[in-house]
């Protein structure tokens, strides 16, 4: 499974990947598909900072 990282540190936060893919500005729907293939490093950095600021939200 590609993008095995992001998707066990969402699972950690507990932030669920659609509201990574709102952040982004795309659909969950298109996100996942972009899931798929390992992403390039500099866009995981992206990702993780993301899941970092959303789950800052919740505390």
Do not use: C
């Amino acid at each position: 499974m590609a993008n095995i990282e992001i998707r066990r540190i969402a699972q950690q936060y507990n932030i669920k990947l659609w509201r990574i893919a709102h952040v982004l500005g795309m659909t969950d729907g298109n996100f996942s598909r972009k899931m798929r293939y390992e992403l390039p490093d500099a866009e995981k950095q992206k990702i993780f900072n993301i899941i970092k600021n959303l789950s800052k939200e919740e505390e």
